[in-house]
Structure formats: structure tokens, C-alpha cells
């Protein structure tokens, strides 16, 4: 049996704490040859308070990616090739890849139901994981 996600980070803190001091805006992850280097970098806590916050009930990838888009809409306009897909689309593939298949699912944040090898399509529903909540606390603010 293999390690978890969760198992497999916590034995390389343990062996190397100094790895886990890096500022998380400096990771590359995994900039999958779309031509934004920003998406998914720009803003990641704001990706963990996405999940945190919607992540108890499922929701698509494209759902995620819209509220990004929303939050930082200078990044649509780095996606300027039309030629296979509409910038949004583009926005949204992009997104899943960098923050669900290749971040939170790395760190064990996603739910079992997600655990599929493509995480990046837009309809691929996903929920948050029991440890997301054990290691991020969001409060709704005043409305």
C-alpha cells in the first residue's frame, strides 16, 4: 500500500522541514504549456477559501474557475489564441490543471469522490477534503 497524499507530505516534513518555508506564489505548478504563467499562482488562497467555502457540496471545475475569473479578471486577457478554444475555456482548463490536478489534490485538500487522474475537465465535480477544513478556517464576513 502506498501512501496517502496527506502520509506522503507529512513524512517529507519530517525529513526536511525547510522545503515547506517556501513562499507558495514562487512554485511553478506545472504550467502545463498554456502561455499564463499568473493562473493559479495569482491568488491561490483564494482558491483554498473557494474550496473551503463551496467545497461541502460538489460543484464543477468550471464553477471554481468562474469565481477566479471574477475575482482576478486581468488574467482572461493572457489567453489570446482562439485557435481550439475561447479564452475563458482556455482560463478554465488552465485553472483545473494548475490548482486541483497538480496543487490541492497534491496536498490531499480535494474529496475521495474527486480523486479521478484528470481533475481539469470543467465538468469534473469536486469537494473539498475532511483536512482542508482542519487546516484552513474561513469566516464569512459582513455582507
Known sequence: RGLTPHEFVCAQWQKNPVNFTHDP???TLGLYSYPSQTVGQTGWAY????LARFG???HPVSFYAAHYQRAF???LAEFTDPAYRTPLEQLTYCYGVRTFERGLNWFGLLGSESQVPVLHQPDQ???A???LAQLFAVQQGPV
Not at 482558491?47 to 473557494?50: A, E, H, N, P, T
Open 129 to 131: 477534503s475532511p483536512l
Open 73 to 75: 479578471p486581468f488574467v
Open 47 to 50: 482558491s483554498v477559501y473557494l
Open 56 to 58: 461541502e457540496q460538489p
Open 125 to 127: 465535480s469536486l469537494t
Open 25 to 27: 506564489t514562487h512554485l
